[in-house]
């Protein structure tokens, strides 16, 4: 059985996020979305919110399943007994940090290996803080989001906005 995790903060999960999570459920028996707990600036969503959301989006993924770490993730791998780590490459400014991970994880870890894919050039410009951003001032996110987490991240800022009034 050939599991591998797919980690990250998933704060929220976006379509480009989605696109990998499908691929790699193709190609592995299993996938395991590990959603990080512990970030230092604080997430729009908590991560109990992160995993139910991403478990609403991935529900017709049979080999997908989804969960909460905390601390190493090369230690989260060994506990889903994964030896293979997947993360998305969007363009070359995210290479840096990623093999700077990858490196770091392989000496730590050389049983895990880590392969990158390319996110669908549809989604290449997309992440969660362009999506909170755009959401914070009242843009529109449909665009970026399935509908039911798009819906949600609009609930999160309506409800910053009205307390901001109280
Ligand atoms: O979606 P993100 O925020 O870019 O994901 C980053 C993530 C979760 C993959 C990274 O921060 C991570 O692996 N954190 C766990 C702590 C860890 O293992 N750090 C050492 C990595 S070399």
Do not use: W
């Not at 996020?17 to 600036?41: F, P």
């Not at 490459?89 to 050389?110: G, S, W």
């Not at 909170?132 to 991240?153: C, M, N, T, Y």
């Amino acid at each position: 059985m050939k599991t591998a995790v797919y980690p990250g903060s998933f704060d929220p999960v976006t379509l480009g996020h989605y696109d990998i999570i499908e691929r790699t459920a193709k190609i592995m028996d299993r996938v395991v979305i590990g959603v990080l707990q512990n970030k230092s600036k604080t997430p729009l969503f908590s991560a109990q919110e992160r995993v139910k959301m991403l478990e609403e989006v991935t529900k017709d993924l049979p080999n997908v399943e989804v969960r909460c770490f905390d601390g190493l993730l090369i230690d989260f791998a060994r506990s889903c007994d994964a030896k293979v780590i997947v993360r998305g490459l969007r363009a070359v400014t995210d290479f840096e940090y990623e093999l700077q991970m990858a490196q770091t994880n392989r000496v730590i870890a050389p049983e895990i290996d880590t392969l990158f894919l390319n996110t669908n050039l549809k989604y290449s410009y997309l992440s969660s803080s362009i999506v909170k951003e755009i959401a914070e001032f009242g843009g529109d996110i449909q665009e970026f989001l399935h509908p039911q987490i798009a819906r949600k991240v609009m609930e999160k800022f309506a409800q910053g906005r009205d307390l901001g009034k109280k």
